[in-house]
């Protein structure tokens, strides 16, 4: 057989033809060796622009999340279980916006606008596993949060720590395998062309540069997809019925308040990142429109990742600050305790504010 390469000049051809041509008997096959990531925009101070608010959120996100994950780690008071699920997201996040920034700036600020195929590959990869993460760890902190309301004398044994780097791990693990299964049938396919309409490597874009039948890969990406969402989603709807039928019992006003504020700022949470990330991917291909896309992209991997640690924060914000509210907090354990046994005997399952460190369990 005979075999011919042929590498394309880069100093005299466009971008768009920078690729790899290899000539065969039985004709010629085009190999992609990098892409271009064609952004947003051409218009040189809107760039300038969309650079300098690019930056500030992505410090945001930096300060944020790392600020969360730092002072959970150094107060003991908020080593509980509910704690150690949010400083996992804020890390979470952090990568996660990592992962995309710096090739959306890349986009804004340079005309060299290639990232190799090995990177795009990893960049979806690693895209890939943090949303799937996002994705468990938000089911588990539903999950936490009925154990907390609905069987609050058992929340220590069955929330042990043990039990919950468990869960953890194997949201980790469910993650990769998803992600693993994804990039190995989109990075599989042979491409036509190297121009990538996006601000970062991702699927849809992706697959529109394959010069093969899509067909196989669009049903497995939107299989795995649904099957992320779904399963996920029901957990955390199945948690949040019980916690609604639980709040309903308790009869003090009061009562009712504390404990919807307690799962405020994760349905906040969930409802904002399952609603765009939906929208994005439990789509037909024939329904992707990329400029819409790339707007929905820049709010659920830059801004999510900023808004979620003031969402926590806000709503959490007598826990960070604990030596300021320390007399308050006592008094509301000890109030707590005394409707908890007195609920307890009325055979209705209260909801308590719980502060309680990880057993040996």
């Not at 992209?297 to 999510?304: D, K, R």
């Not at 308050?328 to 005997?345: G, P």
């Amino acid at each position: 057989m005979y075999l011919f390469l042929l590498k394309c000049n880069h100093h005299f051809l466009p971008l768009q033809r920078r690729v790899y041509l290899v000539k065969m008997e039985k004709g010629n096959r085009t190999v992609v060796t990098e892409f271009i990531l064609v952004g947003f925009t051409d218009d040189p101070k809107l760039r300038i622009v969309l650079f300098l608010i690019f930056v500030l959120i992505y410090l945001g996100t930096l300060v944020g999340n790392l600020g969360m994950f730092v002072l959970i780690k150094i107060n003991s008071q908020l080593h509980t279980p509910m704690y150690f699920f949010i400083s996992n997201l804020a890390l979470l996040d952090f990568g996660y916006s990592t992962i995309i920034t710096p090739s959306t700036l890349m986009t804004l600020v340079t005309e060299n606008k290639v990232i190799s195929f090995t990177g795009c590959t990893l960049q979806f990869f690693l895209f890939c596993i943090a949303v799937t993460l996002e994705c468990y760890l938000l089911a588990i902190m539903a999950y936490d949060r009925f154990t907390a309301i609905c069987n609050p004398l058992l929340y220590t044994v069955i929330m042990s720590k043990r039990f919950c780097m468990l869960l953890v791990l194997g949201a980790y693990f469910m993650s990769f395998l998803n992600s693993t299964i994804q990039t190995t049938f989109i990075f599989r396919l042979p491409f036509c062309d190297s121009v990538i309409d996006h601000i970062f490597c991702d699927v849809p874009p992706i697959l529109k540069l394959s010069c093969s039948d899509t067909h196989l890969t669009d049903i497995v990406h939107f299989t795995c997809a649904t099957v992320l969402v779904t399963s996920t989603s029901l957990v955390i709807f199945i948690s949040y019925i019980y916690i609604a039928i639980a709040i309903l019992k308790i009869k003090s006003a009061q009562g009712r308040h504390k404990a919807f504020s307690t799962c405020a700022s994760h349905l906040t949470a969930v409802t904002i990142f399952y609603g765009t990330g939906s929208f994005m991917y439990l789509r037909p291909s024939s329904k992707y429109a990329l400029d819409e896309d790339k707007i929905i992209s820049v709010f659920y991997t830059l801004a999510i990742p900023m808004v979620n640690p003031l969402i926590y924060s806000l709503r959490n914000k007598e826990d960070f600050i604990p030596e300021c509210h320390l007399n308050k907090r006592i008094t509301t354990l000890r109030a707590s305790k005394h409707d908890l046994l007195r609920s307890q005997e009325q055979q209705i399952t209260p909801f308590y504010r719980l502060n309680i460190t990880f057993s040996n369990t």
